[in-house]
């Protein structure tokens, strides 16, 4: 039985048997090899799982998971073939299925429909996506530094915005007053610089 | 952008921000149902605040992924008594593929953030609250450098920074960090305008100078100017600049946020004494070679044991000769004109019968070295020029090196030093002295 079939009949959400303490050196190299390429797709995969469940707290829940998944099934993986494509393929499918029980959870939720047509368009737009990031990057360099700092502040801090607006001695409400507005000048320097929306 | 897009916007972000309520998400749904350009717009969102979440994480990609697998342990230790034997077998195996993990990242330079700078010098008593530190150690963007006791001084393209323990900073990139607790003098050479020291409450800006931050949480920030001009300003709740003040050499100021100050305070020199003292004009060292973070009361054999490694001492610093002066040299006599500018540094070595090895260390100056004087009659007669009042010296003939077992060399633009002492039984002492000259003052031989 091969390693691989041991991790799938497991039958858990945990990738390792007891088995693989007593590891080889082509083991160990297998193991480098899954983290060289977990490490190289990880920032697409996390976007993969965001755009599923939408939700920061959740992407976070879910990508541990993801890739204790893709570890499991790792013998699956063709090497020479594209890592990031495959890891985010079973990345929708576990966003998925992870968006099912929220809603069934919370009583309310996007609609399967709605989150495989997600995953289509995600999969699909991944150049005009990374079209999108490069020139946000040059967004980023023309912001006022504050604003800059400011912006990194909250995508950084691991803790609520209640939080931080407690560290940085503010009402909250202006935390997201200031958010929302430098979300919104991003996305319009980002539309503006592709054309889709008129210079001012 | 249309006002569709706007309400996408505006419910894609409460999504992410895990605000949206059940009305919200049934908004979303029947917009991103009713048009394929809402579904577009959506990800164009999504994918922003995935890019922003990566941009302000300061781990690399590997990290992010290791620590995943991390947590994924963690969980793992929490679950096993309840799963029993099973969960505790698995456990570990988590625990040994993430050491495997954590060995191949050690081992991984593909993925590492930017190198930066690097660590030029250590007094023999610093120490890190985390982790450990060796001299020519790369530092990369992102680094939190936790300084727990001594002096770490680092070295950035044009920038020296000598960090005072305790001290945390956070290196931002090769023109700015973060200083988060304590002491930071910051040396920033012909090229290096522009540098940037930010506290919770203020940013200094450098204009071409030396200067030193302090910051505390309680006390707020302190600034001072050694040589040169910096920009300093008080900065409101939203980081933004609300004072600006320019100081310039001798000069210093105090912010405080709490009541929207920011003042001239005296100058005082003796905040850059310890640094002084303790690296004066040494650019940088390498090897076994630390310096001392307080001066030894005695320099005399068996009083000041130094393992395996050597110390520097840096003596009198910018000695103005009133006439001429002539010193043995390694290479013979030298003769210092009247008017030059010296300073001076002692490497002692003294291992007793203790140490396993001889030690090997450079260090290097800014200004080139005009002499190195390694013989004792040499250094004894250069102890009352060059030599710390305080400090007593010894005077018997093995204090110097012996010239057929110790080595030292010279570099040739003659500011590296490199130094070996054999260990030479039944005396163990060896002392060699550094005279310096200032540039501006070097007259040749």
């Known amino acids: ?51 599923i469940v939408g939700n920061r707290a959740d992407a976070d829940d879910v990508i541990q ?30 966003a998925k299925a992870y968006a099912r029980k929220q809603r069934r959870r919370r009583g309310y939720g996007l609609s399967d429909e709605i989150l495989g047509r997600l995953a289509q368009i995600q999969s699909r737009g991944s150049e005009l996506f990374e079209l999108r990031r490069e020139i ?35 009402p909250v409400t202006t935390v997201y007053t200031r958010l929302g507005r430098l979300r919104k000048q991003l996305v319009s320097c980002v539309n503006r610089a592709l054309g889709k929306e008129p210079s001012s | 952008m249309s006002s569709q897009n706007q309400e996408i916007q505006h419910l894609a972000d409460a999504m992410f921000d895990g605000l949206l309520d059940s009305a919200g998400v049934q908004r979303l749904e029947q917009l991103l149902a009713g048009d394929p350009s809402c579904l577009q717009a959506y990800l164009e969102v999504v994918n922003l605040h995935g890019e922003l979440l990566h941009q302000a994480d300061s781990q690399t990609d590997e990290q992010a992924a290791v620590g995943v697998l991390r947590r994924f342990s963690e969980h793992c230790e929490q679950r096993q008594a309840a799963l029993g034997r099973w969960s505790w077998g698995i456990s570990i195996t988590a625990a040994v593929i993430l050491c495997g993990s954590l060995g191949w990242l050690a081992s991984s330079n593909l993925f590492r953030p930017v190198p930066l700078g690097t660590v030029a010098h250590l007094t023999n008593d610093a120490s890190l609250r985390r982790g450990s530190f060796s001299l020519g150690q790369t530092i990369r963007k992102g680094n939190l450098i936790e300084v727990k006791s001594g002096v770490v001084s680092i070295e950035l393209p044009h920038t020296m920074l000598d960090l005072s323990g305790p001290a945390t900073i956070k290196v931002v990139d090769e023109n700015q960090i973060d200083l988060i607790s304590g002491t930071v003098t910051a040396t920033v050479r012909h090229g290096g305008e522009g540098f940037v020291i930010r506290t919770t409450d203020s940013e200094i800006v450098d204009l071409g100078t030396e200067f030193l931050v302090t910051y505390d949480a309680e006390k707020g920030t302190d600034v001072s100017v050694r040589r040169g001009r910096a920009r300093a300003s008080l900065l409101d709740q939203q980081g933004i600049p609300a004072k600006v003040l320019e100081l310039t050499t001798s000069r210093a100021a105090k912010f405080s946020r709490a009541r929207g100050e920011l003042s001239e305070s005296p100058f005082q020199p003796e905040h850059y004494e310890r640094l002084d003292r303790v690296r004066g004009g040494i650019r940088s060292i390498s090897g076994q070679l630390r310096t001392p973070s307080r001066v030894p009361p005695s ?43 010296v300073s001076s540094y002692l490497v002692h070595y003294d291992p007793q019968n203790i140490a396993k090895y001889a030690p090997r260390g450079s260090l290097t100056f800014y200004d080139p070295v005009v002499a190195t004087i390694t013989n004792a009659t040499d250094l004894v007669a250069t102890d009352q020029i060059f030599g710390l009042p305080d400090l007593r010296y010894e005077s018997r003939s093995f204090r110097g090196l012996e010239p057929d077992a110790d080595e030292v060399r010279i570099s040739d633009d003659r500011r590296t030093v490199s130094v070996f002492f054999k260990m030479s039984p039944p005396e163990y002492l060896d002392q060699l002295r550094l005279l310096v000259i200032s540039q501006q003052g070097l007259t040749s031989p």
């Open chain 1, 136 to 170: 946000l990057q040059e967004c980023l360099g023309k912001m006022r530094s504050q604003d800059r700092e400011f912006l990194m502040g909250c995508y950084g801090a691991r803790d609520k915005f209640v939080n931080l607006a407690h560290k940085k001695q503010m």
């Open chain 1, 65 to 94: 998971e993801v890739c204790v998944i893709l570890w499991q099934r790792f013998d699956e993986f063709e090497p020479g073939t594209n890592f990031q494509k495959w890891a985010c393929a079973v990345g929708f499918k576990v």
């Open chain 1, 1 to 51: 039985m091969s390693r691989g079939m041991d991790r799938q009949k497991s039958g858990m959400h945990i990738p390792f048997s007891v088995n693989e303490l007593r590891m080889s050196s082509d083991e160990t190299s297998r193991e480098s090899e899954f983290l060289r390429g977990l490490s190289g797709a990880y920032r697409g995969l996390h976007i993969c799982t965001l755009s």
């Open chain 2, 299 to 341: 320099l005399i054999a068996g009083d000041e044991v130094t393992l395996n490694h050597m110390l520097v001492l840096p003596e009198r610093q910018n000695v103005i000769l009133e006439k001429p002066l002539t010193v043995g040299s390694l290479s013979g006599d030298v003769i210092l004109p009247a008017g030059s500018v």
